[in-house]
Nanobody, 127 residues
Framework: QVQLVESGGGLVQAGGSLRLSCAASGRTFSFYSLGWFRQAPGKEREFVARIRWSGGSTYYADSVKGRFTISRDNAKNTVYLQMTSLKPEDTALYYC????????????????????WGQGTQVTVSS
């Protein structure tokens, strides 16, 4: 059973920074892609960033490009999301997600590309 546990959320002022962590545990498992998604109240869950577990290529939503950086530590089975220049509109519950092992040919920006999800960590940005 694979588990993903997020941490690092909190309350920060606009312009501030936070680093989210997502630790994978359970049976030995290598994901093809690990992603971060977020969901604000009353809105659908949206893609934020993703990273290929092998090779480390990354992809970002336009709304966070240049402000957020996704990275991973394979030895620790952990993926990070460094968030800078935070805006009130970044306020949301942030979820970590893991895909299956094989490349499905997708861009891995859809919630349907991921079968493993964490419980989420709240990020609140005050103006």
């Amino acid at each position: 059973q694979v588990q993903l546990v997020e941490s690092g959320g909190g309350l920060v002022q606009a312009g501030g920074s936070l680093r989210l962590s997502c630790a994978a545990s359970g049976r030995t498992f290598s994901f093809y892609s690990l992603g971060w998604f977020r969901q604000a109240p009353g809105k659908e869950r949206e893609f934020v960033a993703r990273i290929r577990w092998s090779g480390g290529s990354t992809y970002y939503a336009d709304s966070v490009k240049g402000r957020f950086t996704i990275s991973r530590d394979n030895a620790k089975n952990t993926v990070y999301l460094q968030m800078t220049s935070l805006k009130p509109e970044d306020t949301a519950l942030y979820y970590c997600a893991g895909s299956g092992l094989s490349d499905s040919g997708s861009y891995y920006t859809s919630i349907f590309d991921y079968g493993y999800w964490g419980q989420g960590t709240q990020v609140t940005v005050s103006s």
